[in-house]
């Protein structure tokens, strides 16, 4: 006992320890990590090569579907009256072949993609947009609940088909007419989605604790709500593009969608294939420009999705 | 004495009747909006080309008026509805001039309902195996095999898989190009096609379900009990895992009547698929109408069996409405 006292009375050396100054600004210092939303989510996101490669590539087509159609001379609605100059296979001069008419297929591809990619833009802009500010509504509004459900019941219940023939009896088919159509039912369903989420995440447990603490809606809505509702579409806004190209496809195939002369992917998938059993490369190299961006943007919406997602943060 | 049973029976009693005069609402609305769409239609259309060619204008408006298209549209729905409560569902326009609907929807269901219901066994059997591998081999090829096949089946136009499916399976299996009701082979590539998409539907979300019951605490208990991994997976997990799918059987159940419009157009099979875009595009209303009022009555009825059904699989679900 006396040797252990002895033992303190000589560690306790003055020497050797000095009393620590007492720091108001040290002691109130809270500790923070210097976690941030979106640069962990960009990490999570840029981590996969695949996704790398996807967006370098789609960023390349995406750059040159609309320069090419500025800078080079290729007329690709120029048809040839010479039949040396029909259904050429795929050369140096004509990197995709001709057509049936003797229109160069590289530049109709391009033309294609600037124009689908166009459509698909606004189509993605008008129901992502028109969608999260309904949802948003519709999920604060509990009133409105009952109303809006019945609303999306009877919108995706009439066949789009009637109001798309309707649309082209009165303005004729277009652009513009293929864009109302598609996106006057898109934005109910995107509101839907939104409407799911925003409930989920204003009941979620940290944003009623952080009412329970006080912070202000603003703040609520500033750092709580809006960086995981943007995750969600810039999501929403990548499927849309896969979702717009297909639904092209479609209503050209069903015969209600772009006038024959439009040149789309859509159009020219369908184009090809009538030539298909002939010349197939007509058909086939299209499609295959035309699945490389539905799968690559259905790929890095949903890669984004999994790296927006929290959990998945290191 | 338990009265719980009984008046949870009249609760639910009442739910079901206040959610079935709600589905009738609904129906009226989506039927009546395509009603008077469809009269904003130009009168041009309703003839057949020869007739525009041939006929003055008087014969044409008589034409018009024996259809009843000249009346107002409120007196033509008002025809509608009490023909139908007669069982009359009037008859083809242009589409198939003069056929009464019924005997067309009584030949043209059976061949799509035919398909659709095996392509929807299919489509379960298949797509909850696949699901359920891709869980079992999580991260490792079966799981990316599977996920390929989704990816690819979700994201390419079904179009483009369809027709490369047609063209070169059929000449790879030597099957038949078209649909021909005697001969079997020629079944085979169009119930394939038809449940393409539903394989990659069902096994998304078992996938899904299975892998977010992989994190509950039963699960785990089950895993410390010392089960296989294989055990826990097929008696633990894919029980629980199923059941938000069954919501959706009914609403398949009965879409097997409506048909693909891109699958039958391909294998040339006479099928209910491409009838409504052909009679909007013609201009056929009374058939439209038909079409749409079915449709839209086996979507409604199909989401509410969907969730009566998962009230009954599912205790933890009750239908009454908390206050």
Known sequence: MQNTLNRIEQMHDSSLFTAAVFDQAESERIGVSNYSYWRSTFRTFFKSKLVIALVALMAAILLMSFLYPLFSKVDPTKVSTRSRNWNLRPSWDHLFGTDTLGR????????????????????????????????????????LDPIMIELYNIMTNIPSTVYLVLLAYIMNTSYLTLFISMASRGWIVEARFFRNRILSIRD??????????????????????????????????????????????????????????????????????????????????????????????????????????????? | MDFSGKVRGNKMGKYILRRLLRSIVTLLIVFVAVFMLLRFMPLNGYFPQEMIKETDE???????????????????LWRFLSNLMHGDLGRSITVYPKV?????????????????????????????????MMVRWKNRLGDALGNGYILLVRAVPSLIYLFFLQIWVSRWLNLPLVYDKDIPQSWILPILC?????????????????????????????????????????????????????????SDLLNIVAGSLIIE???????????????????????????????????????????????????????????
């Open chain 1, 104 to 143: 160069d297929i590289f530049a109709r591809a391009w033309y294609g993609c600037r124009n689908s990619f166009l459509l698909a833009f606004c189509i993605a802009l008008s129901d992502v947009g028109i969608g999260m500010i309904a949802g948003a509504i519709w999920g604060y509004n509990r009133k």
């Open chain 2, 194 to 250: 038809l449940s393409l998409s539903s394989v990659a539907w069902y096994a998304l979300w078992i996938r899904r379900f299975m892998v977010d019951e992989e994190n509950q605490d039963y699960v785990k208990f089950a895993f410390v009990k010392g089960l296989s991994r294989k055990a826990v997976l097929r008696k633990h997990i894919f029980r629980t895992a199923v059941i938000p799918i069954t919501a959706y059987l009914p």
């Open chain 2, 58 to 76: 008087a014969t044409r408006m008589a034409y018009l008026r024996n259809l009843g298209l000249l009346d107002h549209p409120f007196v033509q």
């Open chain 1, 204 to 314: 979620s447990e940290y944003n009623i604790a952080s009412r329970c603490l006080g912070t202000p809606m603003f703040r609520i809505a500033t750092r709580n709500i809006i960086p995981q509702i943007i995750s969600l579409i810039i999501m929403e806004a990548a499927l849309c593009i896969p979702y717009s190209i297909g639904s092209e496809v479609f209503l050209g195939f069903v015969g209600v969608g772009m006038p024959v002369d439009a040149i789309t992917l859509g159009n020219m998938v369908n184009q090809g294939r009538a030539s298909f059993t002939l010349h197939p490369y007509q058909m086939l190299l299209p499609t295959a420009v035309l699945c490389l961006i539905t799968v690559a943007f259905y790929i890095i919406g949903n890669r984004f999705a999994d790296a927006s997602d929290p959990r998945n943060h290191l």
């Open chain 2, 265 to 323: 157009t391909l294998y040339a099979i006479p099928g209910t698929g491409g009838l409504l875009t052909t009679a909007i595009k013609r201009q056929d209303n009374n058939l439209v109408q038909v079409l749409v009022l079915m449709y839209a009555a086996l979507s409604i009825l199909g989401v509410f069996l969907g969730d009566l059904l998962l009230a009954f699989v599912d205790p933890r679900i009750k239908l009454t409405e908390e206050k």
């Open chain 2, 100 to 132: 009464p609907i019924s005997t067309l929807m009584a030949e043209k269901i059976p061949t799509t309902a035919f398909l659709g219901f095996w392509s929807m066994l299919v489509g379960i059997v298949a797509g909850i195996s696949m699901g359920m």
